[in-house]
T-cell receptor, first 112, second 111 residues
Framework: GESVGLHLPTLSVQEGDNSIINCAYS??????FIWYKQESGKGPQFIID???NMDKRQGQRVTVLLNKTVKHLSLQIAATQPGDSAVYFC???????????WGAGTKLIIKP | DVKVTQSSRYLVKRTGEKVFLECVQD?????MFWYRQDPGLGLRLIYF???????EKGDIPEGYSVSREKKERFSLILESASTNQTSMYLC??????????FGNGTRLTVT
């Protein structure tokens, strides 16, 4: 998701449905991508990562897809639960240097 | 499980005060980072350190300094706090090539 002024992009999903959070990354030379989840009042928490030699990676209830052609990254959360409510950040890195480039975040809201 | 502990959850300081934010990690990570997080601006890197006594500027180092005298501890210093430094400050640590682990943040208000 891209930043829109001071307002985070928001995704509302029905509990039990699948969520797809999108991220457009900026650097075509980036070779490592990572998703973080930030719950209210907490620091970002690592969810899943992927290297540029892969286009898909699965974790527990989460899948990250990487499309290098269009510089697009997505996070899919299966069977969304209330505990998935958070802000989700994508980040990219080039050549294992120390600096991550962070997206602005997407707020995921779960509807009961 | 990696634990990154920031000494204060909330701080209120006055303009011109010297402010110390402390961060300790317990996993022997080489790298430590200080970010600030502001609405609409995401996470911005202030400083990082890849070894004891080593430091590198991030994207927004102005008005800040850091200290890393021991591997587990990384301090952020605001030499003379200003109201535009009111923010959420996040500390993180990592091993080379591994994901960052964050603390729960310090919300600093400068009045």
């Amino acid at each position: 998701g891209e930043s829109v002024g001071l307002h985070l992009p928001t995704l509302s999903v029905q509990e039990g449905d699948n969520s797809i959070i999108n991220c457009a990354y900026s650097n075509s030379a980036s070779d490592y991508f990572i998703w973080y989840k930030q719950e209210s009042g907490k620091g970002p928490q690592f969810i899943i990562d992927i290297r540029s030699n892969m286009d898909k990676r699965q974790g527990q209830r989460v899948t990250v897809l990487l499309n290098k052609t269009v510089k697009h990254l997505s996070l899919q959360i299966a069977a969304t639960q209330p505990g998935d409510s958070a802000v989700y950040f994508c980040a990219e890195n080039e050549n294992s240097n120390y600096q991550l480039i962070w997206g602005a975040g997407t707020k995921l809201i779960i509807k009961p | 499980d990696v634990k990154v502990t920031q000494s204060s959850r909330y701080l209120v300081k006055r303009t011109g005060e010297k402010v110390f934010l402390e961060c300790v990690q317990d996993m022997d990570h080489e790298n430590m980072f200080w970010y600030r997080q502001d609405p609409g601006l995401g996470l911005r890197l202030i400083y990082f350190s890849y070894d004891v006594k080593m430091k590198e500027k991030g994207d927004i180092p102005e008005g800040y300094s850091v200290s890393r005298e021991k591997k587990e501890r990384f301090s952020l210093i605001l030499e003379s706090a200003s109201t535009n430094q009111t923010s959420m400050y996040l500390c993180a640590s990592s091993s080379q090539g591994r994901p960052l682990h964050f603390g729960n943040g310090t919300r600093l208000t400068v009045t």
